[in-house]
């Protein structure tokens, strides 16, 4: 099955793409309706050749709503995926002794930046903590730019607002009492980008007011549909670099979804890179590039299979060498990897839609109740949510992560709580990928984590 192109501005820019769109009853679409959606799709954002923001998650497996969860076991039955909910993840990622020494972010805050946002996203969220028993917070809301009234009717409005549930629902159940807050900004069109001048704004503006211990970011555009780029000037990225110097500066963590295309990446005409590339701001060095796993649970979160590299009917988790930076000196250790380039991802977590997460949504009308979606927009704000465990034990920001994960890497899994992934690849569309192995590798990065050993680690304590 294939996924949809983002279909405007913002969207192209997540980290992946959006509608691939499965009945969450008894029948999944037909490969023609899906092929159907993709040609309309890609009519429309072949017309507009510039690079686009699009959000990096695997759309949503739910052509229908459900009024409730189902089990795993009922979603492997009725609909042929496996389904899981934030407990799960919680005993997956081996969480609740964090918990229950009072490490749940307290004290800390998350950004997160979504285009357009969604209307009901304080409402979806505390339906979502009802569900699964976990404290209600009230979101802070910041709208960046003449933020435009929310059509549900808006296939690119609706898909960040899809986006947007998924992002703060999965930060909030990973770090329960970290506040949240949640930028939407408008996208207008730009000189040569769209969409990514406004986000950097705004995440430089909240990082100056001192707002934020880490910014989680679910999107993405591919380095080489920049301007620029075919004539090796990469200074239409390298302007944009402005809020993470800002963010380095004052010690925020940046973290940024590495794709849901596997090893290549959406180019300016509806299609993809016939070959390996890598999205920005994933790409950049002073940003933790997040990955996607698969994860095989039972009902309860107990793991039955090690975790592998996503890689699924539905997308593959996004990991390729940078052709714009060049290996920052964390990663000198893995240059045997990476050569002289910038390799991605640097961790990672649960994204695939073989393993969807679930979340309550209610700003279409028509398609009110839980879905599920995956994808390494998934992936970001559940490591966003590690992010400010860390942040609380350790007492401060631990600003740039990699550096000091990179160093964790060199230790015992018992001791680093990073768990290495050797099985699985990133190929996609026909694009040979990368193979995980042992230690680091383009696909999974250094691997995934055991929470309540790396989040220790992480913090020096």
């Known amino acids: 099955m294939g996924h949809s192109p983002a279909t405007a501005g913002s969207r192209r820019s997540l980290s992946t793409r959006t509608l691939a769109l499965l009945a969450v009853g008894a029948t999944a679409l037909t490969g023609a309706s899906v092929t159907a959606q ?44 496996h389904c899981y909910s934030p407990l799960q993840y919680r005993k997956a990622y081996d969480l609740d002794p964090l918990y229950q020494q009072g490490v749940t972010g307290k004290g800390r805050t998350i950004v997160i930046v979504d285009s357009f946002g969604s209307p009901t996203i304080q409402h979806d ?28 009717t808006d296939p690119t409005q609706t898909s960040w607002a899809g986006e947007t549930t998924l992002d703060v629902e999965y930060a909030h159940s990973i770090a329960p009492d970290a506040h949240i807050v949640l930028v939407e900004t408008a996208v207008a069109e730009t000189e040569g980008v769209t969409g990514l001048p406004e986000m950097m704004d705004a995440e430089q503006a909240l990082i100056k ?42 010690g925020v963590s940046v973290l940024a979804a590495s794709g849901d295309d596997g090893v290549t990446n959406a180019d300016n005409n509806g299609g993809l890179y016939p070959f390996p590339v890598a999205g920005w701001p994933s790409s950049d060095p002073l940003v933790t590039s997040v990955g996607g796993t698969e994860l095989t649970l039972d009902n309860d979160g107990n793991r039955t299979a090690p975790d592998k590299v996503w890689h699924d009917d539905y997308g593959a988790a996004g990991g390729a060498d940078s052709a714009v930076f060049e290996r920052p000196w964390y990663q000198w250790g893995v240059q045997g990897v990476t050569g002289n380039h910038r390799g991605t991802p640097d961790i990672s977590m649960s994204a695939a839609v073989d393993g969807a997460a679930w979340t309550y949504e209610s700003y279409d009308p028509a398609r009110v109740g839980w879905h599920l979606t995956g994808g390494t927009s998934e992936a970001t704000p559940i490591f966003a949510g590690i992010t400010a465990l860390a942040d609380q034990l350790a007492g401060h920001r631990l600003g740039q992560l990699n550096w000091r ?40 990065g250094l691997g995934t984590i055991d929470a309540a050993k790396f989040v220790h680690a992480i913090a020096g304590r």
């Open 38 to 81: 993709t040609t309309a799709l890609a009519g429309h954002h072949a017309a507009v050749p510039t690079v686009r923001v699009h959000p990096a998650s695997q759309g949503h497996i739910s052509a229908t709503s459900r009024v409730a969860p189902i089990s795993t076991s009922d979603c492997l039955t009725l609909i042929g995926i």
């Open 209 to 250: 007011a001192g707002k934020g211990d880490v910014i989680s970011q679910s999107f993405d555009a591919t380095e080489n549909t920049f301007p620029g780029f075919d004539q090796g000037n990469y200074k239409s990225i390298t302007d944009l670099r402005y809020a993470y110097r800002a963010a380095a500066e004052r």
């Open 125 to 152: 969220l505390e339906v979502f903590d009802k569900q699964w028993g976990l404290p209600d917070t009230s979101l802070e809301v910041v709208k960046w730019g003449n933020v435009p009234v929310f059509d549900p």
């Open 405 to 444: 994960m990179y160093g964790l890497a060199n230790l015992p899994a018992k001791w680093s709580g990073i768990v290495d992934v050797t099985t699985g690849d990133n190929g996609w569309n026909g694009v040979t990928g990368y193979q995980a192995a042992k230690g680091y590798d383009l696909a999974s």
